[in-house]
């Protein structure tokens, strides 16, 4: 019998960190632990104005390669544009940096034993920055244009499993599943999934929320300013604002660093990281992530279409070398699928992609119809480490007679109306999500938002499904081994490695909560002195 968990907060008040663990920990699904804890606050003998006010309180001023280009919740994807909401709003649960579920909204929760009724129970005296108090209709609303299919979000995908959402005893939210969902917890902890107001209107170009920051100003491409909330229910936040500084590129954000015109870059290359935290003048951290570099092939139309085309890129690929040469010894090797060993539970090395094998590729390219080589266009995000890392393959590919001319946009253009969906041959950057069952979900399932290989198998689907809804642990193991056969053997994917989070500051600075999604760093706590 699946036994019913119940996870409840040690407290609601602000003085307790939101960090501090429940005594008992129940193991959670996708192999993570869930962890319900308090708001985030100071330390437990601190009340949190005198945590306010015992710390420096300059303004922290934070810089990111790159400005938003649109920050209504349902479209947000980019780190930069991510971030800024996760400094005004709030979720219900968040996630730590060890993939774990932690409070924000909801103080505790507990599931059904058939795990498809999921009740919240919601801290009470929660405001908005207009001084009006959070409500259950809120969220309602909030989870409502989430899921509702007209918004063509990925979020209509991630929760229409959602059959309904009412209010329950107390300040609590009871949400009824068609289907079971282990990961449902992780699923409201989506990037997308910040609370907004009821009937909120101009979405993206106002800003009300909850959250730890309220916006004081913001200058598109340039900078979004933002002062500390006095009321926020976890605690004020240690510095007395945050300030974001949008940079042409990340070269431009780190030279900013060195130049003491910031304080924080979140985003680097491998070569400056490692530049930077030799250097004594910075604090530099590291963690790992299943963030990775998504190398695909359209496989719904030639040449992508054709099995053998497909296998010859796999074949012309040393993995290895591209990890040594672009990744620096950050992170870990891939093996062409989305699940890395930051999901110890579900990952295996059983499989194993090919190794390279320039002249089969190219007598495999020769049957497919390309006797003389395949020409194409690589198009990619102009990101330091990807531009390496599509030149890198550029070079091996060329040895089996696979052409390519890389192509650098900016992220802006590589991402607009959709453009990295629809081209034949793309890198595109995935960050780093707390449980697998996400990637499948949203990008490999037949028809899935954004599935951009365009591809389509009968096999993936069903594990695919078996893995997002049974509640036998193994089983769930089984599907997701299956699932990394089939996109080894015969997927229309390369990922060559997991990338590492980097964080690099002044001495300073001190208490930023990096994460593995960059733009859901948290800096409540952070301190400048």
């Not at 919240?120 to 108090?133: A, Y």
């Not at 969902?181 to 800003?207: E, M, T």
Request: hydrophobic residues 40%; aromatic residues 10%; proline residues 6%.
């Amino acid at each position: 019998m699946v036994q019913k968990t119940h996870f409840i907060a040690e407290s609601a008040s602000p003085e307790i960190p939101r960090r501090v663990f429940l005594k008992v920990l129940v193991a959670g699904a996708a192999g993570f632990a869930v962890v319900s804890c308090t708001p985030a606050g100071s330390t437990p003998t601190q009340s949190a104005t005198e945590a306010a006010t015992s710390e420096a309180t300059k303004t922290l001023k934070v810089a990111w390669g790159g400005a938003p280009a649109g920050l209504d919740p349902l479209t947000a994807s980019a780190d930069t544009e991510i971030a800024f909401l996760n400094a005004v709003y709030d979720y219900l649960v968040d996630t730590n940096a060890k993939s774990e579920v932690v409070a924000r909204l909801a103080k505790s929760w507990d599931a059904s034993e058939d795990g498809k009724t999921y009740t919240l129970n919601i801290v009470e005296g929660v405001k908005f920055h207009d001084g009006s108090d959070l409500t259950l209709d809120d969220i309602i609303w909030t989870f409502d244009r989430l899921r509702d299919p007209a918004s063509k979000s990925p979020t209509s995908d991630l929760y229409k499993g959602i059959e309904s959402i009412e209010k329950g005893d107390g300040n609590s939210l009871v949400f009824h599943l068609s289907d079971p969902n282990p990961d449902f917890l992780f699923s409201l902890s989506d990037n997308h999934a910040v609370i907004l107001k009821a009937n909120a209107s101009d979405i993206g170009d106002k800003f009300n929320g909850t959250g730890p920051f309220q916006l004081q100003e913001y200058t598109k491409e340039d900078r979004a300013v933002f002062t500390t909330n006095p009321n926020y229910f976890g605690g004020v936040p240690s510095v007395s604002g945050l300030e974001f500084v949008y940079f042409p590129d990340v070269g431009a954000a780190v030279n900013a660093l060195k130049g003491g015109v910031v304080d924080v870059v979140l985003r680097m290359d491998n070569p400056t990281f490692k530049d930077l935290s030799a250097n004594v003048e910075y604090t530099s951290i590291q963690i790992a992530t299943n963030g990775h570099d998504l190398v695909r092939l359209r496989a719904d139309r030639q040449p992508g279409s054709d099995p053998r085309v497909r296998q010859a890129f796999k074949l012309a690929t040393d993995r290895q070398a591209i990890f040594d040469r672009t990744q620096l010894g950050f992170g870990a090797l891939g093996r062409d699928t989305p699940i890395g060993p930051l999901y110890a539970a579900y990952y295996t090395e059983e499989f194993s992609p090919p190794e390279r094998d320039v002249e089969k590729a190219k007598s495999l390219l020769a049957e497919a119809g390309f006797p003389t080589g395949l020409a194409m266009t690589l198009y990619v995000p102009n990101l330091p480490d990807r531009v390496a890392l599509a030149q890198t393959l550029a070079a091996q590919w060329e040895e089996a007679g696979i052409h390519v001319t890389v192509e650098p946009q900016e992220e802006s253009v590589y991402y607009a109306d959709n453009g990295w969906l629809e081209v034949d041959l793309g890198i595109t950057p995935w960050g780093s999500r707390p449980a697998p069952q996400f990637y499948l979900d949203v990008a490999y399932k037949t028809g899935a938002v954004w599935n951009e290989a365009h591809f389509s198998d009968p096999d993936l689907d069903k594990q695919i499904d078996i893995a997002g809804t049974t509640l036998d642990e193994d089983k769930r193991k089984a599907a997701y081994k299956e699932v990394q056969r089939i996109l080894i053997d015969h997927g229309p994917v390369i990922i060559p490695y997991f990338f590492a989070q980097f964080g690099v500051s002044a001495k300073n600075v001190g208490g930023v909560d990096v994460q593995p999604f960059a733009g859901r760093t948290n800096f409540n706590r952070a301190t400048n002195k």
